[in-house]
Every structure is written in C-alpha cells, then in structure tokens.
C-alpha cells in the first residue's frame, strides 16, 4: 500500500468536535478501504492567505494515510462534496515523519516566546544618537533653494513651457 500525507482546511465557523467528527468519518472511509491512518494533527485556526468561500480563517488538520489509492480517492471524492471541507491535498511520499510535523514544531516553538539571548540592545529607532549632525528641515522654499538652484517651469503635455 502507498503512504500519503494529507491536509484539509475546514471552516473557521466549525467547532472542534464537529471537525474531530469529520477526522472520524474520513478515517472511516479510508478504513473502509482496506487502509489505516496513522498520526492525525490538528494545526488550528490559522489565517489564510485570500479568501476562501468567503472565510478568511480555516482549521487546518494533517493526516498520515497508508492505504491504496482507491480509498484515498474515495475520501476526497466526499471531501469535494463537503460543504466543510474548503480545500484538501494530499501527497504520496516514501516514508511518514517522525515525531512532530514542522508546522507543531514551528508553533511550539513561538508558544515558548524564547527568542535567545539578545543582550542590551538599544531598540531599533528610539535611542539612536544623532551625533553631530543638525536636525532635519522638511519645509524649506517653494522656489527650490538651496543647494540645488531654482525650479525649472513644467512642461505642458504637448512638451511647451507653462
């Protein structure tokens, strides 16, 4: 039998039950097909990139299937049929992780808030020293002055002097 990873978004208005449940019938369905499904990680409500059938969020859920191909098409003929599964992908691969898949690994590790040791840094903008330099001007004359010379008229659309 084939080994597939397989990813579904389900709509962010679904409670976690309702998507355990549809976890449920679609490890039905592959079962039902002579196949199994090994780890199953729930990633959570992230944002998406653009709007999906008018949702902005979606509940993302990884599955690891070892079953043959008719079961997983079966399971995602009745994911396309869903009305709460907005996209699903699925594909095939050599051998399933172990451990952790990136995304878990990547939220834990922005759970902890342990960004290193980044010492006294001053912050970015607010404590630089200006040293010796004058303060900025942003007004200045309207003819131009200063070091560049004066304005030379525009230039019409038909390429004459105003």
């Known amino acids: ?3 597939y990873e ?11 039950q309702q998507i355990d449940a549809l976890v449920e019938q679609y490890k039905g369905v592959i079962t039902a097909g002579g196949g199994s499904v090994g780890r199953v990680e729930n990633w959570g409500l992230k ?25 997983v ?9 869903s009305e709460d599964v907005l996209r699903f992908m699925t594909i095939k691969v050599e051998k399933h992780e172990e451990g952790q898949s990136a995304m878990l690994q990547k939220r834990d590790r922005d759970d902890r808030g342990d ?3 980044r010492g006294d840094r001053p912050s970015r903008f607010g404590d630089r020293d200006r040293g010796d330099r004058p303060p900025r001007s942003f ?3 309207r003819d131009g002055g200063g070091d560049r010379g004066p304005r030379r ?4 659309f038909e390429g004459a002097a105003e």
Do not use: W
């Open 47 to 71: 944002s998406l990139t653009y709007r999906v059938n008018k949702n902005r969020k979606a509940y993302y859920t990884l599955m690891d299937i070892t079953a043959p191909a008719a079961a």
């Open 115 to 117: 960004r290193g040791d």
């Open 139 to 141: 007004g200045g004359d």
């Open 153 to 156: 008229p525009r230039e019409s």
């Open 6 to 16: 397989h990813v579904f978004l389900a709509r962010q208005d679904l409670s976690q």
């Open 73 to 81: 098409k079966e399971m995602e003929r009745q994911m396309g049929l």
């Open 1 to 3: 039998m084939a080994l």
